[in-house]
Every structure is written in C-alpha cells, then in structure tokens.
C-alpha cells in the first residue's frame, strides 16, 4: 500500500516556541492531504485539509494563524505550531489520500508525531 | 452535525469472538469504514462498507445496515497483538473521514 511518512515522530519545545511537522507521500502524489490531532485516550479529529498549491481549509475551532499549513509540493505538506504551548502537547497524524483502488478514495495515515510543550 | 458512538472499552478473552458496535447520526451516508490504531501508532484501514450486509477479510469482517444507522466490527479467533483502538469512520462530503469516539479493545489470556 502507500506510504505517508512524518518527521519528526516526536519533539519536545519551550512553550512559545514554534515546532514545524513534516509530512510526506512517498510512493505516490497526494493533492490532498488531511492533517487531525489526538489527545490521549481520544478520537482523531480533523484540524484542516492540506490542499498542494492552495490554502488549506481549517476546521471550526481551528485557529488558522496558530496552525500554519503549507502544501508546497505534491509529495509534501507542513504543518508549523506556532507559539506552541502546553496545551498544544498532543498526538499529530497526517494522511493523505491515495490513488482509488477498487472505487474508493482510500486515506494512508503517517504514523505521527508527539508534540510535548513544557 | 456528526456523531459516531462506540463503547469505549471491550476486554476479550484470545481465541474468543468480540464485536465492536458503531452507530452513527450523519448527514448524508457515503459508507462506514474501520480503523485499528495501537498506542503511538497511526491509524490502519480494516474494511469499509458502502452497503448493507456483511463484508469478510480474514479474522476481521464488518457489517452496516443503513436503515438503522448501525454497523459493526467482528473480530474473530482473537489475538494479544488485536489489542488496539479501534475506531470506525465515516467520509464526509468534504472528502474528509470523521472518526467514531473509539473503542479500545483489550485482549487477556
């Protein structure tokens, strides 16, 4: 199956710093890429949809100018946290939704990164 | 708004037969997908149902009946390593997933 990597898979900041997460398609290209965060013990809930050479579409809720998206590539989307802080220490998953097989528009899932603010 | 409701956790005995429940409250249905996650790991596609019935892959088979809002995950011949969440899932008309509220599954001996 397809392959979503992420980078780094877990950092650790200062709160008011920023941490900038990698996500990346590696055997094929991805105009769409999804990006949700998790906290322990709980669902997966969409923060903003990646689109490559547009703006990304955030989730209500979702401040856009804290979570920076940027799909600069087919292969690539970033997403910064800026002035992180502790509320921020969560579980970040990116996917990215793959060629169809079989009629459905499946979603590879990277394997995340653990944010932890101090 | 959306809703996908599980219980939250199922303990199992290995070998045995568990079945992990889903309802869902949607506004418009394009099908119901299954999601197993480990602790610290990313979310693995199992099945996905568009229609009614039951779909079979190995030890793992989901069913969806859409005029009761309902569908499951049956995972047969349990393992250790099966402990996991589990989370069904449905797509939205943004193209996007929306995830159930999760059910995690433990497995003893």
């Known amino acids: 199956g397809a392959v979503v990597s992420q980078h780094p898979s877990r950092v650790i900041c200062k709160s008011g710093t920023s941490v900038k997460i990698e996500c990346r398609s590696l055997?094929?290209?991805?105009?769409?890429m999804f990006w949700y965060r998790q906290f322990p013990k709980q669902s997966l809930m969409l923060m903003a949809t990646s689109n490559e050479g547009s703006k990304a579409t955030y989730e209500q809720g979702v401040e856009k100018d804290k979570f920076l998206i940027n799909h600069a590539s087919l292969t690539l989307s970033t997403l910064t946290v800026t002035s992180a802080h502790p509320e921020d220490s969560s579980f970040y998953i990116c996917?990215?939704?793959?060629?169809?097989?079989?009629?459905?528009?499946?979603?590879?899932f990277g394997p995340g990164t653990r944010l932890t603010v101090l | 708004g959306q809703s996908l409701e599980q219980p939250s956790e199922v303990t199992a005995v290995e070998g045995a037969i568990v079945q992990i429940n889903c309802t869902y409250q949607t506004s418009g249905f394009y099908g119901l997908s299954w999601y197993q996650q480990h602790d610290g790991g990313a979310p693995t596609f199992l099945s996905y149902n568009a229609l009614d019935g039951l779909e079979e892959t190995g030890r793992f088979s989901s069913f969806l009946s859409r005029s009761d809002s309902y569908g499951y995950l049956l995972l047969q011949e349990l393992q250790m390593k099966d402990s996991a969440s589990y989370f069904c899932?449905?797509?939205?008309?943004?193209?996007?997933?929306?995830f159930g509220t999760g059910t995690r599954l433990t497995v003893i001996p």
């Open positions: 055997d094929f290209q991805a105009t769409t």
């Open positions: 899932a449905v797509p939205t008309g943004a193209n996007n997933l929306f």
């Open positions: 996917s990215a939704r793959g060629p169809p097989a079989g009629g459905l528009d499946e979603q590879f």
